[in-house]
């Protein structure tokens, strides 16, 4: 483990150093496969994709979940072409819900283009659902966390109709779930980010400030910039009312920050503090 660890940390693109991952990746302890083909993802080299492959279909899944987020990190610097169709791949013979949210999450982060991107949406929404319904929130996770980073990789360019319709949902994950149920609220609060990132109406934010967790309402609160005025006030008064103090903190920089510093916005802001 430690020869491992040492490896991982010099970032050897040869000799003794990468001998010794490739070695870690036959061995017979699931932790020390795990830890040494994240390590060889780690070093970012997309020639040592066909290394990291084989272990996305590892009997374990802790090393199937290394291995998925391996192939995404082996290509980061470029293309992820290469990485598509064995990330598809693996989506197609996984059941681990584990190991299904680290696919997805992996998928999102790929640069692709269009027809690629295209391929990418369309498994991100379809691995957002479960043989019941929605995915179960460990899965929903990796797959809300896919498409952030999928729309982040857009830069601006139109998202899937079919795309943006399921974000919308999400962003209902499992809102009538018990109190404390941080998963289902880890969930919406990545949807609500992603989704509020384009074309947010006051109305779709308004319902998110009335969220009943305050990470979602958070990630609501750092949108209100994006609404014109008058909604932006009103919202932002919403806001400041707030139980969180972190959302009632956004409120004051994205809501009365935002507006133009006239006097009585000046004095919005002082009475507020």
């Not at 993802?41 to 279909?57: F, S, T």
């Not at 790929?110 to 899965?139: F, I, W």
């Not at 990132?197 to 998110?208: I, K, V, Y």
Request: proline residues 8%; glycine residues 10%; neutral net charge.
């Amino acid at each position: 483990f430690l020869q491992l660890v040492a490896a991982e940390d010099a970032r050897p693109a040869g000799g003794p150093g990468l001998e010794t991952l490739l070695r870690g990746t036959a061995s017979p302890s699931p932790t020390l496969r795990a830890v040494a083909v994240r390590a060889l993802g780690r070093i970012e080299n997309p020639d040592l994709i066909e290394r990291i492959a084989p272990l996305l279909v590892d009997d374990e899944p802790v090393v199937r979940r290394s291995a998925a987020d391996a192939v995404a990190q082996a290509v980061h610097r470029g293309s992820g072409t290469p990485a598509l169709p064995l990330l598809l791949d693996a989506v197609g013979g996984e059941h681990d819900a584990g190991v299904l949210g680290s696919l997805a999450r992996s998928l999102g982060r790929l640069r692709l283009g269009p027809d690629e991107r295209t391929a990418v949406a369309r498994a991100l929404v379809a691995l957002s659902r479960g043989p019941e319904g929605d995915a179960p929130p460990y899965q929903m996770e990796g797959v809300a966390l896919g498409m952030a980073s999928f729309v982040q990789r857009l830069r601006g360019a139109p998202r899937p109709a079919f795309f943006q319709v399921r974000m919308k949902e999400m962003t209902r994950y499992g809102v009538g779930a018990p109190a404390g149920d941080v998963g289902a609220a880890r969930v919406r609060e990545l949807a609500v980010a992603a989704y509020g990132s384009e074309g947010l109406t006051a109305e779709e934010l308004g319902a998110f400030l009335s969220d009943p967790a305050a990470e979602v309402r958070w990630a609501a609160a750092a949108r209100l910039a994006s609404i014109p005025d008058p909604f932006r006030r009103s919202l932002a008064d919403v806001a400041l009312a707030d139980p969180s103090p972190r959302v009632r903190l956004e409120a004051v920089r994205r809501g009365l920050g935002a507006a133009p510093l006239t006097a009585e916005a000046c004095a919005r802001l002082l009475s507020t503090a």
